[in-house]
């Protein structure tokens, strides 16, 4: 008999999901827009100047002393953001400095992990962190889908980390903010500085909710550092460290459009697919990653656009140089930008006023009044997974592993036209399955499959399949495609063998929980 | 026997001052840097993009469809700014718009209100409106004064303004915000549009902690509104008016220098003090307002630093052409602006970069992490009167009337050194006094006193007295000066004939109360 180790229940998704993650009482999913929040949002304690320098100098000597000063003590909650990516250094030094001070079982709150974050796995061996809850990209989501950390996992967007802070559901005590430049009051910005990475918006909230801020940079100027895309008015220390971060990780001096032919025709079926939707015309907008397949759809647009004189009122970035040209080119009046994925990014960001910090709270907080992701005409997202009703994973791999983040994806499911261009099998496993390992996004806010082997829409969208109807692009259903790649890789995708631990909760854009993760292994 | 309308209590600056202000418990004024704030900051209901537009269009016809979406009741609180200042028709139509409404005993917080809004004594009288919280210039002051509002008015700072909504003290029902550029999501900027006025910081507050904003606006543009001063993510619904107000009242087409012999020497004065006590070096700062000897003031200035080569780090505004020449001609890096005095400030902050966009959050909330307001090398003041204690009075006339604003003078007394540029008697009325009417800046904080008769160090700050010694510069006692103007008008300031009923409260920068107005005449 298996011993009962969750209370699981089911949720509106037909998903078996906790009723508890980690002592603390969750909401199953309810179904789209069926969740009402109530109550009034998180509040940070009162200051007051008296306790803050008079000449504004925050200034202290080191990571450890500041996490003194900040009170740290055991089962506290340290947040900290991921503009650094691979190549930040902070972290590592807040959870080594903390180890040093014999603090156990603080709850990391990362608004992402990555492979440099690989030294926390000794501290969660050795107690000093009990859990993590935040994406884990690599050796930490390998850690946690073998059932190693204490706590349960929590995934959530970028959209759904600021819900939850802003909403309290995160309590964070001190919020460590890598600054590439900032002043001694607090003032901070990721445009400039030996390590820029251009902005800060993933900090915003813990800026904002925090009990206590502490920023740290390599870049001290004198005041005011302007912008101040983190307000020193939020931040209680600064801490000069010698160095942030490794610069050439931080960004990719390039990102590279994909040479594969296959990815090739993805890229270009989903521009002529947007084109005969209609939804290419002056003033529209679209938002598309940074990855090879979205690179090559946004040039594929570029040169529409440029054919048709036709300009964009906006993008949404990750910005890359390939944005920032159509921008430098007018062939867009903004750019809005959540992260900047290379150095022209940073640099465009830097020097041209439409080049527009942005941040989850203005593009994706679920519980705010509206955000930006809703108004985009088109969006171009990945998926490990999709099945045939259109749901999609983008956390685990077909193995079952938790290997990926969601990053801004369930956010940006809000979209007019939200289309996932991906190749139907990839290590001959099919990509389209029956059902997803791990449901990551509902199929009612997935418009479009594009592989290369035909395009499907989603029968929900009528308004779609009425306008694409005679179309001579490949319009198939899922099935079909779905049927013909299993015939190539010699039947449907394996289930992966999961067991029974839930290992990690994936959170909705509101705040509940959509599905969960199972261990793997070991 | 006087009957007793006011539970009256002595405060620290020994001033008697009402212990309930409109029914809630008030704090007496304890001493510099005595009263510690607890608890936690206001929380505004948490909302869910389902109740919003997706598209993005918060849109809605009329001011009045607005409020009553709103849901606006008896008894509410319903908050403005005065960005548009003298120009303002919003403010007139939302209270035309509640009474045709017919709801009663409204509470109005405008960050500060002016002639224009004469029309609310109509509405004060019908019952419309139970009292105003807010800086009253003119009629509404007199009003006021003469005893007839229902409620008592509370005068805050603008720092103290952002305090008291954050703190959670003022609660703001339904904040409506006059947005001279914003698109149909409620992002707004008051850098660009027929009716521009620079900035809109004074709404920052009510922008995050009202339970409903509204913005109204003559420019409608297409989203996204860049740059957003205020954010759309906060903004419930969006009203389009013909015209926000009227240009030429919202900001002067160019704000004059003195020419006052009197008021230029004091200028220059000011000037020579700052100079000898080895505050203008690079790097440093200072803040001057935009009345006549502040701006000649700021051009005395302009020349030592043109002559020497010296460059500010930053200038706070009130920004005026001569702060913008300044910025562009290199003379400072920064200007740190709280609001634009006229069109060449309105320019600048459209234009150059280093023309930086402030709040009462950043430059002068005292519950907060600091802010920049102590970090200003010099600043440069007004006062209605200055009592032999070096105590300051900005809101009252000698006669008792209130008819001015605090603005931001109380936030800015925490500058390195704070220096009143004052005439030492206006219409043969001495300036100087042995008490204030109303205490509304403690004598510890005033450093400087320069009048056309002489400059007066406050004996406090030995480093200062200590610096001037042998100075050529005029530098006396208080008391010297006080006893040379009396001389020559005959006598002491009368005491103004003040009634028993308090009219109004004055608020110190932490919230407690540090002076009251009594009623006058009538």
């Known amino acids: 008999m298996t011993k009962l180790i969750h209370n699981l229940v089911q949720n509106a998704a037909g998903r078996m999901v906790p009723a508890q993650i980690n002592g603390q009482e969750a909401i199953p999913y309810q179904g789209l827009g069926n969740y009402r ?59 080594a400095a903390a180890a040093e001070l014999g603090v156990k079982d603080l709850r990391w709150v990362p608004s992402a992990s990555f492979p440099v974050h690989e030294p926390q796995i000794a501290h969660l061996e050795s107690g000093v962190i009990h859990h993590i809850e935040g994406s884990m990209n690599g050796p930490l989501g390998d850690y946690c889908t073998r059932g190693k950390m204490r706590g349960m996992a929590v995934l959530r967007s970028h959209g759904g980390r600021y819900q939850a802070i802003q909403d309290g559901e995160v309590h964070v005590d001190i919020a460590v903010i890598a600054a590439p430049t900032a002043d001694p009051f607090g003032n901070a910005t990721g445009d400039r500085g030996p390590t820029a990475c251009g902005l800060l918006g993933f900090a915003l909230a813990d800026s904002e909710y925090a009990d206590h801020v502490i920023a740290v940079t390599d870049n001290l100027v004198p005041f005011p550092c302007i912008p101040w895309q983190i307000q020193g008015n939020n931040v209680d220390q600064v801490v000069v460290m010698d160095s942030i971060g490794d610069a050439s990780k931080i960004v990719s001096g390039t990102t590279q459009v994909t040479k594969s032919p296959d990815r090739l025709l993805i890229a270009e079926l989903t521009a002529r697919f947007c084109d005969e939707a209609g939804i290419i015309q002056d003033g529209f907008s679209f938002q598309a990653g940074a990855g090879g397949t979205a690179l090559s759809f946004a040039l594929f647009l570029r040169d529409m656009m440029r054919e048709r004189g036709i300009k964009a009122r906006f993008v949404r970035g990750g910005s890359t140089q390939y944005l920032v040209d159509m921008l430098e080119e007018g062939l867009t009046e903004y750019i809005l930008d959540g992260q900047t994925f290379d150095l022209e990014g940073v640099r465009s960001m830097r020097e041209n006023p439409g080049h527009q910090n942005t941040s989850p709270f203005t593009s994706y907080n679920w519980h705010g009044k509206g955000n930006f992701a809703s108004m985009l005409d088109a969006v171009v997202l990945g998926a490990t997974e999709v099945d045939v009703n259109f749901n999609a994973n983008v956390v685990t791999h077909s193995d079952g592993r938790l290997l990926h983040g969601i990053g801004g994806w369930q956010n940006c499911l809000a979209s007019k036209c939200t289309i996932l261009p991906i190749p139907s099998f990839r290590d001959r496993i099919p990509v389209l399955v029956d059902e997803v390992t791990t449901l990551c996004g509902p199929g009612e806010l997935i418009d479009v499959i594009v592989t290369e082997r035909g395009i499907a829409i989603n029968p929900l969208r009528h308004d779609l399949l009425e306008r694409l109807r005679g179309s001579s692009l490949p319009i198939r259903t899922i099935e079909e495609i779905k049927g013909e790649v299993e015939d190539i890789c010699g039947g449907p995708a394996a289930k992966p063998e999961l067991g029974e631990k839930v290992v990690a909760a994936i959170k909705w854009v509101d705040g509940t929980v959509i599905d969960c993760v199972r261990q793997v292994g070991d």
């Open 37 to 95: 929040p109530t109550g009034r949002k998180a509040a940070p304690p009162i200051r007051s100047c008296v306790d803050y320098p008079q000449d504004g100098d925050k200034t202290v000597g080191t990571i450890k002393e500041a996490l003194v000063n900040a009170g740290l003590r055991d089962g506290m909650t340290i947040s900290s953001h991921h503009h650094l990516r691979n190549g930040d250094f902070v972290a590592n030094a807040v959870f």
